[in-house]
């Protein structure tokens, strides 16, 4: 893959993040009764971020829990040695649980989110943030939260990185070569 553009940097996401949580604070008129449910891996990361604004702003704690969907993907298999990895260690019945991503594209990793927790209970709302909507959907799902919209070509990549995993914030769009592409 070779590197188109960096469309974020450090404090481009963390401008982001800020927004998402004022956002999240207005439209839920505050804290009560919410959770926050990141995707592993990265979304976690922007989880957990969105979750210390959120104290920051409103001296409330707010439960915070990680995803895991490999089980509940319908565009992969998961393999047989596959264990759940997800730390939801509370009750999602009747919250508003806002389910957050890294990049949004074909809606799948989102649909597999929803099946997750209702899996797990049936909460009164579910709301998605993403840190990048690249488009090409597949499903009818639109992301209520957006800290950037990314117009892309089906032949490019966006990587988010995130210092706490990859040693520093950044979003990257990359071109697939004519091989890559052949691969897919």
């Known amino acids: 893959m070779e590197q188109k ?13 800020a927004r998402i949580t004022y956002e999240i604070l207005e439209r839920n008129r505050g804290a009560e009764n919410l959770c926050i449910v ?3 891996s990265r979304g976690v990361v922007l989880a957990e971020r969105i979750a210390r604004k959120i104290y920051e702003l409103e001296r409330a704690e707010v439960e915070f829990g990680a995803l895991d969907i490999t089980p509940f993907r319908d565009d992969r298999t998961a393999d047989a040695t596959h264990s759940a990895k997800s730390t939801i260690h509370f009750p999602v019945q009747d919250k508003r649980v806002v389910i957050v ?14 099946d997750a927790i209702l899996a797990i209970g049936r909460p009164q709302c579910m709301q998605l943030a993403v840190l990048v909507d690249r488009g090409h959907r597949e499903l009818p799902i639109r992301p209520d939260y957006i800290g950037k919209n990314v117009p892309t070509a ?12 990859d040693g520093t914030d950044c979003v990257v769009i990359y071109q697939n070569t004519d091989a890559e592409m052949r691969k897919e």
């Open 5 to 17: 553009a960096i469309i974020m940097d450090e404090s481009a996401i963390r401008r982001a993040v």
């Open 38 to 40: 990141g995707i592993l």
């Open 101 to 114: 991503d890294d990049v949004l594209y074909t809606g799948r990793s989102c649909r597999a989110a929803i």
């Open 154 to 165: 089906q032949s490019e990549t966006v990587r988010v990185s995130v210092r706490e995993i």
